[in-house]
């Protein structure tokens, strides 16, 4: 019971805390098909509760290696971590 009770505690420290953004480099294999979420013409961020100023910075700066702008397309709620749940993207135009 105690066990529980402590990793009741340690999940509800880990909502209240704030991750910052990062751009979603993640690459694998599913179904036999390649799987990357972000590429050089499109910026997947994860984050939680950050504002788009500093997510179209983000998306913008990896962009700029392309020398081309970010332009923001949608966001994906629960798509990414359970620390940083939704996903933003952006169009590399």
């Known amino acids: 019971m105690i066990k529980y009770i402590v990793l009741l505690m340690c999940l509800g420290l880990m909502g209240c ?21 972000s590429t050089p013409d499109r910026v997947a961020i994860c ?19 392309t020398s081309r702008k970010a332009v923001y397309d949608t966001t994906v709620p629960f798509s990414c971590s359970l620390i940083t749940p939704s996903t933003a993207y952006f169009d590399c135009k």
Do not use: H, N, W
Request: glycine residues 8%; aromatic residues 8%; charged residues 30%.
């Open 17 to 37: 805390s704030t991750a910052k953004p990062y751009i979603d480099a993640y690459s694998g294999v599913a179904g036999g098909r390649a799987l990357r979420r």
């Open 47 to 65: 984050f939680d509760e950050t504002d788009m100023d500093t997510l179209q910075q983000m998306a913008d700066t990896e962009c700029t290696k």
